[in-house]
Antibody, heavy 121, light 107 residues
Framework: QVTLKESGPALVKPTQTLTLTCTFS??????????VTWIRQPPGKALEWLAR???????FYSTSLKTRLTISKDTSKNQVVLTMTNMDPVDTATYYC?????????????WGQGTMVTVSS | DIQMTQSPSSLSASVGDRVSITCRAS??????LSWYQQKPGKAPKLLIY???SLQSGVPSRFSGSGSGTDFTLTISSLQPEDFATYYC?????????FGQGAKLEIK
């Protein structure tokens, strides 16, 4: 069974750096074609694609957020980490990680439950 | 970046109705288009990938069509559990992008 679970602080202060961890099981990110992506959703708003890391360590970022984002993986721990610097109240959102596997034309077939992050002083 | 636009943004329908939601890409994305269903407080669920392929376990009343820039999600006979928000998403080029969502409500 494939699962992903996000973890990190529920509350961060403006200007701080957010670090989120996606811990997964049931697949390996060293398998050819596997990818893990971070997506967020502000309350009552649409989904926003943030960053992606591939099995071969290729990394891709949102155009508008790329100066603030860093994505990395620890294959031995089955984890993907996202850091976002200089947090602002507009970054308040539920943050999801999701898997892409070969054969589904890069769709997100399995999602984590999400973790809510509030940015407030 | 590719922009995805859904219409309508919201719609009301009754159980048993046939409904369609459209998604338009700002440039051609071939068939690199997925549809997701999201219920309040839950993560999105994959319904359709590659524009028209039904994800395993998804009821056959859901179908997708289109290619290039114009796509459609159709629910042939609405069931009570189908009232939710639906998102399209392109995976043709990074950064991948989602539509703004279409909220399907009970009439």
């Amino acid at each position: 069974q494939v699962t992903l679970k996000e973890s990190g602080p529920a509350l961060v202060k403006p200007t701080q750096t957010l670090t989120l961890t996606c811990t997964f099981s049931g697949f390996s990110l060293s398998t050819s074609g596997m990818r893990v992506t971070w997506i967020r959703q502000p309350p009552g708003k649409a989904l926003e694609w943030l960053a992606r890391i591939d099995w071969d360590d290729d990394k891709f970022y949102s155009t508008s957020l790329k100066t603030r984002l860093t994505i990395s993986k620890d294959t031995s721990k089955n984890q993907v980490v996202l850091t976002m610097t200089n947090m602002d109240p507009v970054d308040t959102a539920t943050y999801y990680c999701a898997r892409t596997q070969p054969g589904l034309q890069y769709a997100f077939d399995i999602w984590g439950q999400g973790t809510m992050v509030t940015v407030s002083s | 970046d590719i922009q995805m636009t859904q219409s309508p943004s919201s719609l009301s329908a009754s159980v048993g109705d046939r409904v369609s939601i459209t998604c338009r890409a700002s440039q051609s994305i071939s068939t690199y288009l997925s549809w997701y269903q999201q219920k309040p407080g839950k993560a999105p669920k994959l319904l359709i990938y590659a524009a028209s392929s039904l994800q395993s376990g998804v009821p056959s009343r859901f179908s997708g069509s289109g290619s290039g820039t114009d796509f459609t999600l159709t629910i042939s006979s609405l069931q009570p559990e189908d009232f939710a928000t639906y998102y399209c998403q392109q995976s043709y080029s990074t950064p991948y992008s989602f539509g703004q969502g279409a909220k399907l409500e009970i009439k």
